[in-house]
């Protein structure tokens, strides 16, 4: 089965220190991985992707996220953490069982708290 | 702003009704996704359309449906709503069928609560 797995429900961090939101996945082949965020009362805005290439990622608002094949994960990075950065992240990954489509498959999120 | 239009923002209704949510995708855009996410189980994929058709079908109970109309705008039926159909819906939208740029953008959603 094709999912992936966010450990943390809650992540905390300082304003100015470096953030980590974690997330694991299993996929059959290569896997296709995205990291969304939403801000309360907003739809899911899409961060980064994986396709291919550089294991290291890099997104909007300074987000990157490495890619570690032999630990099939995908962790979400910052290396200075703002308080408008606290919202819920989700990890996401295609579904590759069907070529017709191009859903995806979302991990439960973990909210990110950044206190000043 | 994504550009994936989503109406109405909020809904209260009763048990046992029915009720529709509309989505506009963004221009251009042929695929529309369904997603359903409520506190208990996140993010679920119900539905997907592209340009007219149905590619691809998730947990969706038998009570919901969707279709996709010639000018693209989806709209999700739900109906005999019970308490438990209270969540967040997400519509979402991609140029193609298959995976293309792969991500999704995703409406503003419609919070349904039903009383």
């Known amino acids: 089965a094709q999912s992936v797995a966010q450990p943390e429900d809650q992540v905390n961090v300082a304003e100015g220190n470096p953030l980590t939101v974690k997330c694991t996945y299993s996929?059959?082949?290569?896997?296709?991985l995205f990291w969304y965020v939403q801000y309360p009362n907003r739809g899911l805005q899409f961060l980064l992707k994986y396709i291919t290439g550089d294991n290291l990622v890099k997104g909007s608002y300074g987000f990157e996220a490495e890619f570690n094949k032999s630990q099939t994960s995908f962790h979400l990075k910052k290396p200075s953490a703002l308080v408008s950065d606290s919202a819920l992240y989700f990890c996401?990954?295609?579904?590759?069982?069907?070529?017709?489509?191009?859903?995806?498959?979302f991990g439960q999120g973990t909210t990110l708290q950044v206190k000043p | 702003d994504s550009g994936v239009t989503q109406t109405p923002k909020h809904l209260i209704t009763a048990t046992g009704q029915r009720v529709t949510l509309r989505c506009s995708p963004r221009?251009?855009?042929?695929?529309v996704y369904w997603y359903q996410q409520s506190l208990d189980q996140g993010l679920q994929f119900l539905i997907q359309?592209?340009?007219?058709?149905?590619?691809a079908k998730g947990n969706i109970l038998e009570r919901f449906s969707a279709q996709q109309f010639p000018d693209l705008h989806s709209e999700l039926n739900l109906s005999s709503l019970e308490l438990g159909d209270s969540a967040l819906y997400f519509c979402a939208s991609s140029p193609t069928s298959g995976f293309g740029t792969g991500e999704l953008f995703f409406g503003e959603g419609s919070r349904l609560t039903v009383l």
């Open positions: 996929v059959s082949g290569n896997p296709y």
């Open positions: 359309y592209y340009n007219g058709e149905e590619r």
């Open positions: 996401a990954v295609r579904d590759v069982r069907s070529s017709n489509t191009g859903k995806l498959i």
């Open positions: 221009s251009g855009d042929l695929s």
